[in-house]
């Protein structure tokens, strides 16, 4: 007789396992620890087999009739129903590795080394945060650009314009990786260009070159610490990254050729970066050398000389100054940029001392000491036009003739 589910409720567990039949190969094995297996018996090619269906309760009678219906029906098609439900789970496998998650944390893997310990968190944030939720578990290969976009609407709907384009451009770099590891066929980010939602450019708030002067002659009053005010006045002379300016070491100044050596390390691309020092930077460098030459960094902390100063140490000191919402330490990168410009410095010159990213990681690599003379004379002149605009005496170069 058919099975119920009254009497497989009843079903007991004894010693050993024992079964009880359905129809048509259907049968229930009951454990002696209590579990209930359903298992369907058959014959492919003269062999009788076993394929495991599912557990009673959480697959009822009902289902477990149905499961063996599709395999009877597959078997009349010639094919063996154990045999595909292992392809399956093989798929499912082959699927969860190859999922983009999967395939963008062993990118990941493979790219931090290059990075900085900050910038690749915030990439791995980025990853965790946008993408994974929404389509990391599906197969790589399998992700459409209407999915992808999907994820970009999200990002957008926070009115996060700038992210939403680093969530495509980091996706797209996930994509490319995937095709150069046989796992995609193509990368579907490119197909979104026209569909993000326009972003307005805002950039780092700096002052305009009029008002340099008015703020040299604020620095060079400035009451505060003497390291502050000369850490705005190399930051401004230098015109590096805030980062690489707190992180800087008496070991990268090199006084008597007037270079400071960033190793890659410290570097956004991790690339070395040579700074020319001016005049008036080897004079801020000598002025720190007296005052925290004992130290490991050019501007300790003053809680814990083992550590620099605080990200906010330049910030703060231009709030002080009246400065706040005018001007940031990253402005004086822009600000130099700009002037630069307007007084005919070659614009590689500039690109090269702004430690802007070089597309070819190999050439960049090559690449730092690149326009080195050049970059010399123009730090020089940069360094006096600081200094003119303080309301030093500095007699005004033209750098054309200056080498």
Partial sequence: MPLTDVAIRAAKPREKAYKLADSQGLYLEVMPGGAKYWRLKYRIDGREKRLAIG???AVTLLAARKARDAA?????????PGHEKKMAKLQRSLERENSFEAVAREWHENKKSAWTERHAKRILTLLERELFPF???RP???VTAPELLA???KVESRNALELARKVIQTASQVFRYAIATARAERDPAPDLRGALKPRIVQHMQRISESEVPELMKKVAAYDGEAQTRLAIELLALTFVRTAELRH???TEIDEKRAEWRIPPEKMKMRMPHIVPLSKQALAVIRQLRELNGRWRWLFPSRNDAKKPISENTVLFALYRMGYHSRMTGHGFRGLASTILNEHGFHADWIERQLAHSERDSVRAAYNHAQYLSERKRMMQWWGDYLERAAGGN????DFRQAG
């Fill in 151 to 153: 994820v970009v609407r």
């Fill in 135 to 137: 389509i990391g578990a």
């Fill in 140 to 142: 790589i290969g399998q």
């Fill in 248 to 250: 800087a070491e008496w």
């Fill in 394 to 397: 500095v007699v005004p170069g």
């Fill in 55 to 57: 557990v009673y309760p």
């Fill in 72 to 80: 009877k029906d597959r078997l009349r098609e010639g094919l063996d």
